[in-house]
């Protein structure tokens, strides 16, 4: 399984930046519109955003992550 070597939070244009241990770079949108990214909680195997409206569920896997396009 390919694992994230680098992460980069970019709060400007909300989304998140993904290296990859096989060289790719990964460009994913985290934030829906007229909601802000407070923080990304990163776990072993993935990643969790809690959001200002309070919404803090759920944890996106690498492997789920890895997959979208």
Sequence with gaps: MNIPIALHR???DSEL????DDSVEQCI????????LQ???LQGYGVQ??????HDHGIFPWEYLRGLR
């Design 49 to 54: 955003r809690a959001f200002d409206d309070g």
């Design 39 to 41: 923080v990304l909680n």
């Design 29 to 36: 949108e985290l934030v829906p519109a007229g909601v802000i």
């Design 17 to 20: 930046r993904i290296h990859w």
């Design 10 to 12: 970019s709060s400007a």
